[in-house]
């Protein structure tokens, strides 16, 4: 969209005062933990070879294209045997060097594990693991230390009920938590214990059991790397509610298809999640399992992926084929760096959002429609997922404001019935007539930019990250439009930039049905 002018202040407002909130809150009060502002980014993996050379081609090949990448994950198998915290280094021959590469590139490590502890492995170098003795002889197993099979061979998760067991656990993890590893997928074993089995509570449920489990890594994350994260599940088909809305500072509703049918169910999964109020749940971009993405769903699956909490593209589904844009063309290819670049465009805002859930509740994904698939990202942005090969989708703007859209400019009423066509690398998107966005740039580094979409009075008040962590200054934007004055109240020294969206063309009529 054009810009009326641009405006840009320098304001010298001596010492920041504003201190970051504490990770940790009371459970009672339901309100999710704040995300890491690098968290809402790009974040890429393999499931294919997993060894070094996998991990550094799937990187490079995005950095060497333009489309940034914020993390790698290192997924299973990656150990000597599962969870003995050993690098397989046949696999991995110098991970210390790999990490650091990694880190070079502005790219941080995350380490797949789940909690057990075998004694019989698939695809690792040994089968039985060093510590599996241990943890039956100290019972610090759950199930009565009784091994059960599970997707990646048989044996003793960890009872993490039990603190002795957990202050075991975290010496283990002690190994491999370092410099350039910023935090976990931590997958779902539990779910193959038994519905019920003793723990060190007494006969536990599994659904209850495993809160214990994310808890547990959470806050060794957290307490070792404030600015770490574990990518959990929050709501999932497979298991319900997993992770505790208090301690999940990234939800991964994963494990479908590539196909329209699994990028459909995930929606389901990442809008009930949001419901339930996790606040910074992300999309598993083209899905994990077959079949594969062709090109439109891969494209589809990237622009909803990036009005959620953050793109996680990865799975053995084709990770070195489907999964990467630019096999699939350059229109494919272009349609994801914009998705990438938008997404990370926005981590103010979303950073902001979420911070606010962690102090009142509530969840960065808001208004979710299943039925049409739309939702609003925040309070002030909104989309409609295609889900299909029909690119001609009718749907409903929020029944609240006046509605801009972005590509075209045009102004529209509150609960609008749209009807267009959208060509593969556009899809419905619109912004809140009188919404300030706060955003970033890479053409304006270090400034602090706020997008104005202008409708009379207007003020927001924002929480914005001091860095790439969970710190944050809290600033107050206004702007009149009849004076065409910006007024801000800040905490902080900064350059900040307002950027004054053209005023938009209305639209006409209830309905409106065009081709873009």
Not at 219 to 240: C, E, H, L
Not at 302 to 320: L, R, S
Not at 428 to 442: A, C, N, Q, V, W
Request: proline share 5%; with cysteine; aromatic share 14%.
């Amino acid at each position: 969209m054009k810009q009326l002018f641009v405006l840009t202040l320098s304001l010298l407002l001596g010492a920041s005062v504003c201190m970051s909130q504490p990770v940790s809150i009371n459970p009672r009060t339901m309100c999710p933990p704040i995300t890491p502002a690098w968290a809402f980014g790009h974040i890429v993996w393999e499931d294919s070879i997993n060894t070094t050379q996998g991990a550094e081609r799937i990187v490079n090949e995005y950095l060497e294209r333009g489309i940034p990448v914020d993390a790698i994950i290192i997924d299973s198998p990656w150990c000597t045997a599962y969870n003995d915290f050993k690098w397989d280094t046949q696999r991995y021959a110098d991970p210390a060097s790999m990490i650091k590469g990694f880190m070079q590139k502005g790219v941080r490590t995350i380490l797949w594990l789940t909690g057990f502890v075998n004694e019989k492995c698939k695809d690792t170098p040994s089968q039985r693991s060093a510590a599996f003795d241990e943890v039956g002889r100290n019972n610090y197993g759950a199930n009565s230390n009784r091994s059960v099979d599970w997707w990646k061979g048989k044996g003793i998760h960890i009872d993490f009920t039990n603190e002795d067991a957990v202050a075991w656990w975290y010496s283990q993890l002690d190994k491999v938590f370092t410099e350039g590893v910023y935090g976990w997928k931590v997958d779902n074993g539990d779910t193959y214990l038994p519905p019920f089995f003793d723990t060190s509570k007494g006969t536990m449920a599994n659904k209850d059991f495993c809160h214990y489990y994310y808890d547990a890594m959470f806050d060794y994350t957290v307490k070792n790397r404030t600015d770490g994260i574990t990518i959990a599940r929050p709501y999932s088909f497979q298991g319900g509610l997993e992770s505790n809305i208090e301690k999940n500072n990234m939800g991964w509703c994963g494990d479908f298809s590539g196909s329209w049918d699994g990028l459909c169910r995930q929606i389901n999964d990442i809008y009930r999640s949001s419901r339930y109020g996790y606040a910074a749940v992300a999309c598993e971009v083209g899905g994990f399992f077959f079949p594969k993405s062709n090109a439109a769903q891969l494209a589809r699956y990237a622009q909803f992926g990036c009005m959620t909490a953050c793109m996680i593209n990865g799975g053995e589904n084709g990770p070195f084929s489907a999964h990467l844009p630019w096999n699939h063309g350059t229109e494919v290819e272009e349609t994801y760096r914009w998705c990438v670049n938008w997404l990370k465009s926005l981590v103010p805002y979303k950073f902001s959002t979420v911070v606010d859930a962690h102090l009142h509740g509530g969840s960065l994904i808001k208004g979710t429609n299943l039925e049409e698939r739309s939702h609003l990202l925040g309070n002030d942005i909104f989309t409609k997922a295609i889900t299909s090969d029909n690119n001609k989708v009718t749907y409903h703007l929020p029944d609240d404001g006046a509605w801009v859209d972005y590509w075209t400019g045009e102004s529209f009423q509150a609960g609008t019935e749209v009807t267009r066509e959208y060509p593969l690398g556009k899809f419905p998107l619109f912004i809140r007539s009188g919404s300030i966005i706060p955003m970033t740039d890479p053409s304006m580094p270090g400034k602090r930019i706020f997008r104005i979409y202008p409708n009379g009075k207007t003020s927001r008040r924002f929480h914005l990250p001091k860095g790439d962590g969970i710190e944050y200054f809290d600033c107050t934007v206004s702007y009149d439009q009849r004076k065409g004055r910006v007024t801000l109240d800040a905490d902080v020294s900064a350059d900040f930039v307002f950027i004054i969206e053209k005023k938009s063309v209305p639209a006409t009529g209830k309905h409106i049905e065009k081709r873009i």
